[in-house]
């Protein structure tokens, strides 16, 4: 479903040129969610905007259902982003309009109906079990309803791919759990292809069917979760082992 081929990511230029992605490659089926884990500064935010083309790859290709992102203008490459939904740490909801407001934003952008708006609204809050807080504000919702939130509104233009950005740092266990829960559903119902970034390994074995590890601009290691965790050669599959009484 989303294929990255030998992407790269410089900023600057010349002698202050740094390369934050260097030659990063793996591919998400379709009901498949990827971890992303690896160190604060490894690359990971710098990935994600590249994932959905808020920042231009310097090189390399980023590949969704089978089109090239990265080959498009500007006119088709926002239809294309559509595909792909976004949610970030502090999900950026507006804090002067109530939940339904938020994820009625991609739709009016559309030029959607307000009926077919409010309808569409209603389904996806209550995808994310939060139909009852429509008219709640972000500061009258906690920090995980905030990501739920934040999660129907990615999802309002159907896309195949959700991409999730350290959303689950700062929650505690409860919305935690119910947040990868809701990942697991998603990838099933709907069979999205998810990218979860995350520098928790813990939540990790609790959702990702494969996971790859970042570190300096490289993916270091990359496989099924279940072959990491058997092989004693790997540290991703150490780091994930369950430790003993
Ligand atoms: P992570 O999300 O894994 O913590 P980031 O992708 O945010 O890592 O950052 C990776 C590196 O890229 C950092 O060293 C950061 O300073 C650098 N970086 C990120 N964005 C920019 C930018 N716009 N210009 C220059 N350097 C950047
Ligand atoms: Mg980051």
């Known amino acids: 479903m989303i294929e990255l081929v030998n992407l790269t990511k410089t900023f600057g230029s010349g002698k202050t040129a740094t390369t934050v992605l260097d030659d990063i490659s793996f591919t998400v089926d379709a009901r498949e969610i990827l971890a992303v884990v690896g160190p604060s500064g490894a690359g990971k935010s710098t990935l994600a905007r590249c994932l959905n083309l808020l920042e231009r790859p310097t090189s390399g290709q980023v590949i969704v259902g089978g089109e090239d992102l990265t080959a498009m203008g500007a006119a088709r490459l926002r239809d294309a982003r559509r595909r792909i939904g976004t949610v970030f740490q502090s999900a950026s909801l507006l804090s002067r309009r109530t939940a339904a407001e938020n994820v009625a934003l991609p739709l009016e952008y559309l030029g959607a109906t307000k009926a077919s708006t409010r309808a569409r609204v209603g389904e996806l809050l209550d995808r994310v079990g939060l139909l009852d807080k429509a008219g709640h504000y ?27 950005d350290e959303a689950t740092s700062g929650l505690d266990p409860d919305s935690t759990e119910t947040y990868l829960r809701l990942l697991t559903e998603l990838r099933d119902d709907l069979r999205l292809a998810v990218v979860f970034i995350t520098h928790e390994m813990d939540t990790v074995v609790r959702v990702a069917d494969t996971v790859g590890r970042i570190d300096g601009g490289r993916i270091v290691e990359h496989g099924a979760i279940t072959d990491l965790v058997l092989d004693p050669h790997s540290s991703l599959g150490r780091a994930l082992r369950p430790r003993g009484p």
Request: charged share 10%.
């Open 138 to 164: 972000p500061h009258q919702l906690s920090g995980g309803q905030r990501q739920r939130v934040g999660i129907a509104r990615a999802l309002a233009l159907t896309p195949s791919v959700l991409l999730s």
